[in-house]
C-alpha cells in the first residue's frame, strides 16, 4: 500500500493517520516492526520533539521515548518547564529499524508524508530537532547549528539539540545541553 500525500493524511485527522501508519507496509521495517509507535503528548502542543526511530522498548510497547533515552527527554521536558500539554513527541520514522541501526534514507522517505502531516495537524511554535538523522529526515539536506534557531515559512521556530540518547553515553553533553536550552528559552515561554 502506498502512502498516502501529505494533505490526504492531514484531511484524514489523528485517527485517521494513525489508522493509515498501522496499516502502512511501505518500506521494509514493517517486515520486523512488533508495535508502530506514533506519538506521545499534546494535540495542541507549543513544541513538537521529533526524534529518530523507535528503539526495542518503543517496539515492545508502542510508546515513543518510553526507555532510558526517554528519560532523557523526560528531565529535558522538566528543565525546559513545558506542561503535558504543552508539547508532543513524535518519531520521522515509525517502526524499529533491526538492532537500532540508522534508519535508511529510503525509510525515511517512505515515512515522511506521516511525519509531514502529524506536524502539519500538530502545528507547533517549536519544532525541536533530536539530533541529526531528525535533521536528515525532516530538514531535506539543511543543516542546523546545534541550538541556533532559525524561523522557517513564517510558520514554527526549528531548533536542534543532542538526542536524549547521546546523552546516557556522553555525560559532559548533559550541561552542554542545558546551555542549549536555557539559550533559547524565549521560544516557548
Ligand atoms: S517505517 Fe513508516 S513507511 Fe515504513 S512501514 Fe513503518 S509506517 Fe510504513
Redesign the pocket.
Known amino acids: 500500500m502506498a502512502?498516502r500525500s501529505v494533505n490526504e493524511l492531514v484531511k484524514m485527522g489523528f485517527e485517521g493517520i494513525e489508522k493509515e501508519?498501522l496499516e502502512?507496509?511501505?518500506?521494509?521495517?514493517?517486515e520486523t516492526?512488533t508495535n508502530?509507535v506514533i506519538s506521545k503528548g499534546s494535540r495542541n502542543p507549543q513544541v513538537v520533539f521529533i526524534g529518530e526511530?523507535p528503539g526495542r522498548k518503543e517496539d515492545e510497547t508502542g510508546v515513543p521515548f518510553c526507555g532510558r533515552a526517554g528519560k532523557n527527554l523526560d528531565d529535558i521536558i522538566e528543565y525546559m518547564g513545558l506542561s503535558d500539554y504543552g508539547y508532543a513527541v513524535i518519531n520521522a520514522?515509525?517502526?524499529r529499524p533491526p538492532d537500532n541501526r540508522n534508519?535508511l534514507k529510503s525509510?525515511i522517505k517512505?515515512?515522511k508524508p506521516?511525519l509531514e502531516a502529524q506536524i502539519e495537524l500538530l502545528d507547533p511554535e517549536v519544532i525541536i530537532l533530536l539530533g541529526n538523522t531528525a535533521e536528515k529526515a525532516f530538514c531535506d539536506g539543511k543543516k542546523l547549528e546545534w541550538g541556533v534557531p532559525e524561523y522557517v515559512d513564517g510558520k514554527y521556530t526549528l531548533l536542534k539539540i543532542y538526542h536524549p540518547a547521546a546523552l546516557i553515553y556522553q555525560r559532559s553533553r548533559i550541561g552542554e545541553q542545558k546551555d542549549l536550552i536555557d539559550s533559547n528559552r524565549h521560544l516557548w515561554k
Open positions: 502512502v501508519i502502512c507496509t511501505d518500506c521494509q521495517l514493517h516492526v508502530k526511530a520514522v515509525k517502526c534508519p525509510e517512505a515515512c506521516f
